[in-house]
């Protein structure tokens, strides 16, 4: 009886502990992406479209970028891959890739919007 009784303890305390180790094990598997995006010369394009699409699902979050041009996105799952580019009055900048095995938790990333392209 009293080996039952501590193995019934035992159960009752991992399962207390479980919702805490839950949210810990989340925020160590997240990261942000963050940056600016900058027309050929260098200078901040405001309301530029910001995409970041995620390899696994295919969803696609976006962003305006603001007065500066800078856009952010976090909670980034870091087991996926994720592709990030900029658009503004029909022009794109280049696709870049974020990968899953590039085990940063921040990018600051610039997005070249080329006025030719």
Not at 34 to 45: N, R, T
Not at 81 to 105: C, H, L, M, P
Request: with cysteine; proline share 2%.
């Amino acid at each position: 009886m009293a080996c039952a009784l501590a193995l019934l303890c035992s159960l009752s305390a991992a399962a207390s502990l479980a919702p805490m180790a839950a949210p810990l094990m989340a925020q160590q598997a997240q990261r942000v992406v963050q940056g600016k995006v900058v027309d050929g010369s260098g200078a901040a394009l405001q309301g530029a479209t910001v995409f970041l699409k995620d390899s696994h699902s295919l969803a696609v979050k976006s962003y305006i970028a603001s007065d500066n041009g800078s856009y952010r996105f976090g909670q980034l799952d870091q087991s996926v891959d994720y592709q990030i580019w900029a658009e503004k009055a029909g022009k794109k900048s280049a696709v870049k890739t974020i990968s899953s095995f590039d085990n940063r938790k921040e990018f600051d990333i610039t997005l070249k919007i080329e006025n030719g392209k």
